[in-house]
């Protein structure tokens, strides 16, 4: 119905258009521009005005009324701008305005996007997501809930006593999960992932191994020990030799003052002694 009364309104326009140049002042003027030069419609056109664009569009091109200030001109388009979508059979081929609330649809019935403020759901756009979904303030869709997933319990783990495996008779072992997939904003949380718990085994002595393995890292954290003893002592060494040295020379600087000082008062005691003579 729409394109029809947009067909008839060209047609309308056509006739004012056609009445309009039989006047005489726009006969002079018409000859003042060469009427004998006819200017082709554009690409996409079938049929056209000089002053309103295209009237009916070629097959596969769309009809779409661009506005231009107050002034709207047919044009025929191969797909139809943001904001509208492609209407064909059984009207003219046509580009049809959106709803109000979509940015970009497919067609009447079904959004593929939505304007700010609201979210798009099954091609609907909605200003609040229902109760089962979550908006999406990135995407601006209405998502399903995910809630957290998680493995299976591992087996439990070895009886152990501070990271030892024999010399005791209680210990604790553990047993893990692994987080497969995390929630959403409204999902439910993830559980726990490890387990422990004591357990008692069957006393046993450490085999030479471990003893051997244990008295080796003994020995590296004796070592270690050791070397930083040593290292301390160097520097405390150091220090000394250094505060010797310094109460040496302090001590070499005084005697110096003192020799000059004695010097000076035996220079003034001959002086005085030649002035007496």
Not at 6 to 30: K, T
Not at 57 to 68: A, D
Not at 113 to 122: I, M, T, V
Not at 220 to 228: A, H, T
Request: aromatic share 8%; with cysteine.
């Amino acid at each position: 119905m729409q394109l029809r009364l947009v067909s008839w309104f060209f047609i309308i326009l056509n006739l004012m258009e056609y009445v309009g140049s039989q006047h005489p002042s726009r006969v002079r003027r018409q000859g003042r521009m060469n009427p004998s030069v006819s200017q082709p419609c554009p690409g996409g056109c079938a049929t056209c005005s000089e002053y309103n664009g295209c009237v009916t569009c070629k097959p596969r091109f769309f009809f779409f009324l661009e506005r231009i200030g107050i002034r709207q001109t047919g044009v025929c388009l191969t797909s139809c701008p943001s904001g509208y979508y492609g209407k064909r059979f059984p009207e003219p081929n046509a580009c049809t305005k959106c709803k109000a609330d979509c940015e970009a649809c497919f067609n009447n019935n079904f959004c593929t996007k939505c304007k700010n403020g609201f979210y798009l759901h099954l091609g609907k756009c909605l200003e609040n997501c229902p109760e089962w979904l979550e908006p999406n303030n990135y995407t601006m869709e209405c998502n399903d809930i995910v809630h957290c997933k998680t493995s299976e319990w591992s087996p439990w783990g070895l009886c152990t006593k501070k990271g030892k495996t024999c010399g005791f008779k209680r210990g604790n072992e553990t047993r893990i999960r692994e987080v497969l997939q995390l929630p959403s904003t409204k999902g439910s949380p993830c559980p726990h992932t490890s387990e422990t718990r004591k357990c008692v085994v069957q006393r046993k002595k450490c085999q030479k191994g471990e003893k051997g393995r244990r008295n080796r890292e003994e020995r590296r954290k004796n070592l270690k020990r050791e070397e930083s003893k040593e290292i301390r002592l160097e520097n405390r060494g150091e220090e000394s030799r250094r505060q010797n040295q310094e109460q040496r020379e302090n001590k070499s600087k005084m005697q110096m003052k003192k020799r000059r000082a004695q010097d000076k008062q035996q220079k003034l005691h001959t002086i005085t002694i030649s002035t007496v003579h």
